[in-house]
């Protein structure tokens, strides 16, 4: 976990309410990823960025929204579209680049729940 | 299309016994593969990964993983298990096009005392 922070650790999100997850690295990485961790499965790609200002959509980016205004962070926005948020949150650095082989290190994770 | 597969849910040693816990991907051309362990409620914990090279690939904590080409496997391994070692195993495959990972659903490893 070490270099990758999230923040809160645990979110409750009523119907209806836009929420934000924090990730912040220290790492001095270029890029960045979003995942949702569901039981049973794999992780799932929400969003990733390579450098700043720039990120693209993974395979289950609807109802989710990034920004990567800053090097070191790559906050998540949960909106009201989302209609299944509950899920374990997980946020990931690495150097970055496209023939990029780093390792992809994570943060500690957000778990979100909607009452 | 691409996939990565573990195919055992869960995976039941007795401590000090050798333990597998296996790996198999279909993804064209020469992936980059990984292992990562997940410990309740917390991120995921970096293991190891073979990129090219020696098929074996020695990681942390004593883990081990053997690269099998012909038969697209990745599997991993650790001599003899700790109680420790008790927690989710993700494999995960990097095609050599591209960044991005596909993943494993996980194997559940439990080591009894």
């Known amino acids: 976990d070490g270099g990758i922070t999230q923040s809160p650790k645990y979110l409750f999100r009523k119907e209806g309410q836009n929420v934000t997850l924090s990730c912040e690295q220290n790492l001095n990485h270029d890029a960045m990823y979003w995942y949702r961790q569901d039981p049973g499965q794999g992780l799932r790609l929400i969003y990733y960025s390579q450098i700043v200002n720039d990120f693209q959509k993974g395979d289950i980016a609807e109802g989710y929204s990034v920004s990567r205004e800053k090097k070191e962070s790559f906050p998540l926005t949960v909106t009201s579209a989302q209609k299944n948020p509950t899920a374990f949150y997980l946020c990931?650095?690495?150097?970055?680049?496209?023939?990029?082989?780093?390792?992809?290190?994570f943060g500690p994770g957000t778990r979100l729940t909607v009452l | 299309a691409q996939s990565v597969a573990q195919p055992e849910d869960q995976v039941n040693v007795a401590e000090g016994n050798p333990l597998t816990v296996k790996c198999t991907y279909s993804?064209?051309?020469?992936?980059?593969l990984f292992w990562y362990v997940q410990y309740p409620n917390r991120g995921l914990q970096f293991l190891l990964k073979y990129i090219t090279g020696d098929n074996l690939v020695k990681g942390s904590y004593g883990f081990e993983a053997e690269f099998n080409k012909s038969q697209t496997s990745f599997h991993l391994k650790k001599p003899s298990a700790l109680v420790s070692d008790s927690a989710l195993y993700f494999c995960a495959v990097r095609p050599q096009r591209g960044y991005q990972l596909i993943w494993g659903a996980g194997t559940k490893l439990i080591i009894k005392p």
């Open positions: 993804v064209s051309g020469n992936p980059y």
């Open positions: 990931a650095s690495s150097g970055g680049g496209l023939a990029d082989t780093d390792t992809q290190y």
